[in-house]
């Protein structure tokens, strides 16, 4: 044990008040204190007096039966709100970010309540003036309810000393603390006053014996190493080791994360809440913990929802029969995303359930969320944490299966501390409706702090100021930067700087920053008989240089490192031969036809890997929403209106029949009914949407009817949209050809209607055949082949016809088959012959996808490969990569 200590546990055995600088120091010695006694052969002890300074306040005001005045921090930042809101309403500061303006005012008001200083009589800036404003009418609604803030409770309790409502401490020692504030001096004081004795019992020893400067690449090298390091001394036997992190709180979680991959690698492999080799002295937000995350999800659902938010309500575990639908939920998940929509209406959602048995405990969820909403009278806060508690109960949170220890604590925390936090505030505020008692409430759960409760382990991840007071056999203090010790000076706004630098207030002047930096370093170098100081080198493009105050980095002295132990490192490190196994081929389909549509022979023809992914073992990336209306969507809108077109007009002559203001009429009536209907059973975008959507189509084929169909010679529709089955192999294919239109001299022409702008006519003469839909149609009948076969594009400013015809001029400028050079390179000169490749090519795609074909082989690694969904699985890029081919390919 060292004297530090000793010292400390002596004065706390003589009676001796010993107040620490945190709770966590605080803790610290009070196991200390129970070690020693308990080495002593005592059973039995009395509690010491060792306790957090604020602690200590907020007892001393329990004692004097005025507990119930003191004001919380949610309850201040409230308050500050409600001045700054309540002031700036209906004028320009009401831009103002106000929980970041509520939070500097708070501290200002706190380091003028603490230097017992006053604006009154200062010359202000015009912010000052306003924060001067908001103080007074903060301080009289304070006087006038008799509460009590943080930053006047040290000036109350000095009160009471001198007054003799609290006894006077005979012996009191301040501990931890890198510099005394004007409370703690103020305290000191009193106490000496009244003839006591308070004294601050230095942390500063004898240096250390060994420090190591080191140097990383970047930051997260630096952790790494930091994480290595700790390895080693585990390995070698250290029981206590230390390492400190400035910005903790803002490199928790890769920290977290290195920290375990190095340290405890099987710990991220595992799927339970294991007790962790080292522990973080600072914990995450509550609401970012995932049974409160739910609730607050579930809490804060409005009349519309984005898809991401109904995806997550379908997987989470946290709510009502989610286990017993876990398999349909997701079924419905993926149903939702094929919409490719953003957001959903409630009610809308609700009707897509209705009539599912196996998802009636989700309908139930909406149901009870539905009418949650309609309760929206104003009342005082708590009353509405009481209805969200009930809200979650009734939806079934947290779930239905059993919970770990981490969520039990999660869930502990956010009704004794959550949920009471929004109690609290009754006295604060008058009646407020759902959504300011909500936003409340998240904010609330964000400023508490969740700590896993636990042992401290042999290592300990700190902040700067956490580790004040405490000692470490090895310690590792990281980011030390020229940047950070000593910070640059960031003085408070709201307080003139002229003061803030005449009463040395924190951050209020280099000079300040660089003597309070002296003493950190001076403490942190006592702090243990091994240390190293480590730096970044480099921060993206950023040259970084070491601190100043840090020893300088003698480029042949290293801390000691452990061999890398993520999982990633280990595996490759491996020297196991690895068998090579290429399986190219599945089983083959062994019962009779198999159904499938056009992208099954499409897929097989792009990449067998592909189609046996997709149509074998039926697996796809989820669709994407987008934004507004999805470009599939739009595509269908504009096939629907051009069916319901030629059902009515049925040939060229009726076309050509109609004025231009008829044609207009037919086409705008059609588009309105079409939208109608398409949106019907469908979630429909914003109205404003639907009218842009509704020109955009009615323009689009009305220029297609203007510059197409309209100079055409004559034809007759024989048929549009209609359903074909059509037996290729072993396979039953179900296609929807758009068109078939019969020419005056008898000839038949199948039409594809497309939106897209990257077609090719030469696709129906690859092989393999990458465009198969319309050539299935053209071979499935040999009584009804067509004469041609051809895309129509419809883009504004490009609409045409491209394909292949049996003859030149039977379909305007579409080219006739002896025209490709394609044809030519395959020996086809006749359509007959076509029709014979088409068929052979089809053939062979149906009989390698019933064989099971399966390779890695894409057609063409920009067409095939550029909007795949399976470049993860495959990796056709690193086998690309290898046959030189570039990634931008």
């Not at 931890?176 to 000191?188: A, E, I, T, V």
Request: charged share 25%; hydrophobic share 40%; aromatic share 8%.
């Amino acid at each position: 044990m060292t004297e530090f200590k000793q010292k400390v546990i002596t004065a706390a055995v003589e009676g001796a008040l010993i107040l620490t600088v945190n709770k966590r120091l605080f803790r610290h010695l009070r196991d200390c204190f129970d070690q020693q006694m308990l080495g002593q052969g005592k059973s039995v002890w009395s509690t010491p007096q060792i306790v957090s300074f604020e602690g200590w306040l907020t007892q001393c005001l329990s004692e004097l039966g005025e507990g119930w005045r003191l004001l919380n921090q949610q309850q201040q930042q409230c308050l500050w709100e409600e001045q700054i809101e309540n002031s700036s309403r209906g004028t320009t500061l009401e831009l103002l970010q106000l929980s970041k303006t509520a939070e500097k005012a708070l501290q200002a008001h706190r380091l003028l309540n603490e230097y017992d200083l006053s604006l009154d009589d200062q010359q202000l800036t015009e912010d000052q003036r306003i924060f001067h404003s908001w103080q007074r009418s903060y301080q009289e609604q304070c006087r006038q309810h008799e509460w009590l803030d943080q930053g006047s409770l040290p000036k109350r309790i000095c009160s009471a000393l001198e007054n003799g409502q609290i006894d006077v401490p005979q012996q009191v020692v301040l501990v931890g603390f890198d510099q005394l504030s004007p409370d703690l001096l103020r305290l000191m004081k009193t106490i000496r006053a009244a003839g006591g004795c308070c004294d601050e019992l230095s942390l500063q020893s004898e240096p250390a014996g060994r420090i190591v400067s080191y140097a990383a690449r970047d930051s997260h090298h630096e952790i790494e190493s930091a994480a290595r390091w700790v390895r080693y001394l585990l390995d070698q036997g250290a029981e206590s080791i230390g390492v400190v992190v400035p910005d903790l709180q803002v490199r928790r979680r890769q920290i977290e994360r290195i920290f375990r991959e190095q340290i405890d690698p099987v710990a991220t492999a595992s799927l339970h809440d294991d007790e962790a080799i080292f522990s973080l002295s600072l914990g995450g937000p509550l609401a970012e913990q995932g049974v409160v995350y739910a609730a607050l999800e579930c809490l804060g659902i409005g009349r519309q929802l984005t898809l991401d938010l109904i995806s997550f309500l379908l997987r989470t575990p946290y709510l009502a029969a989610a286990n017993k639908e876990t398999d349909s939920r997701a079924r419905f998940d993926q149903k939702l995303r094929s919409f490719r929509q953003q957001k959903f209406k409630l009610t809308g959602l609700q009707s897509l359930l209705e009539g599912k048995p196996e998802l009636v405990g989700f309908l139930q969820i909406l149901k009870k969320v539905q009418a949650n909403q309609q309760v929206n009278n104003k009342v005082l806060p708590g009353v509405w944490a009481a209805r969200f508690a009930d809200e979650l109960h009734c939806l079934g949170w947290p779930g239905d299966r059993s919970l770990a220890s981490s969520e039990y604590q999660a869930i502990k925390v956010w009704q004794e501390k959550a949920l009471s936090a929004l109690v609290a505030l009754d006295p604060l505020l008058p009646p407020i409706n759902r959504q300011r008692a909500f936003n409340l409430l998240c904010r609330i759960s964000k400023d508490i702090e969740f700590q896993l409760e636990g042992p401290t382990g042999s290592v300990q991840v700190l902040g700067m100021l956490e580790s004040s007071g405490l000692d470490f056999q090895h310690l590792w203090v990281m980011g030390m930067g020229e940047t950070v010790l000593p910070a640059r000076p960031q003085p408070n706004p709201f307080i003139p700087l002229k003061m803030q630098q005449l009463h040395d207030m924190p951050h209020a002047s280099a000079t300040r920053e660089l003597q309070f930096a002296e003493q950190v370093i001076a403490r942190l170098k006592s702090a243990s008989d091994d240390i190293v100081f480590s730096f970044p080198r480099r921060d993206g493009a950023c040259d970084l240089r070491p601190s100043t105050l840090i020893p300088p980095c003698n480029p042949e002295i290293f801390p000691p490192l452990a061999e890398f132990q993520d999982l990633t490192f280990l595996l490759q490190s491996r020297n196991d031969t690895l068998e090579s196994l290429a399986d190219w081929r599945g089983p083959r389909l062994t019962k009779g036809l198999v159904e499938g549509g056009t992208s099954l022979l499409k897929d097989q023809a792009h990449c067998p890997f592909r189609a046996f992914f997709h149509h074998r073992l039926h697996a796809q990336r989820f669709a994407e929403p987008v934004p507004g209306i999805s470009p599939m969507a739009r595509g269908d809108l504009v096939h629907l209106v051009l069916e319901e077109i030629w059902k009515q007009l049925q040939d060229h002559t009726n076309l050509l029949a109609l004025e231009e203001q008829e044609r207009s009429e037919l086409v705008q009536s059609q588009v309105t009914a079409v939208l109608n209907s398409y949106f019907a059973d469908r979630s429909a975008p914003a109205e404003q949407l639907l009218q842009l959507e509704a020109e955009r189509v009615a323009i689009l084929v009305q220029e297609w009817l203007e510059n197409v169909e309209m100079k055409r010679d004559f034809f007759q529709v024989l048929e549009t949209e209609q359903q074909h089955v059509e037996k290729i192999g072993a396979l039953q294919i179900r296609l929807q050809v758009d068109r078939i239109d019969q020419l005056e001299n008898g000839h038949r022409i199948v039409i594809d209607y497309k939106t897209g702008a990257d077609l090719h006519a030469e696709e129906f003469l690859s092989q393999p055949l990458i465009e198969p839909q319309l050539p299935i149609y053209a071979v499935a009948n040999p009584d009804l082949e067509p004469d041609g076969v051809a895309f129509a594009q419809l883009r504004r400013g490009d609409c045409r016809l491209l394909g292949v015809v049996k003859e030149k001029g039977l379909l305007g400028r579409v080219r006739e088959l002896s025209s490709y050079v394609q044809a030519e390179a395959l020996g086809i000169s006749t359509w007959s012959e076509l029709l014979v490749f088409w068929r052979e090519q089809l053939n062979q795609l149906a009989e390698d996808f019933v064989a099971g074909e399966a390779v890695v082989k894409p057609y063409d690694l920009i067409k095939s490969c550029q909007y795949c969904d399976l470049p993860g699985i495959c990796r056709v890029q690193e086998r690309s990569t290898e046959f030189g081919v570039s990634d931008d390919c």
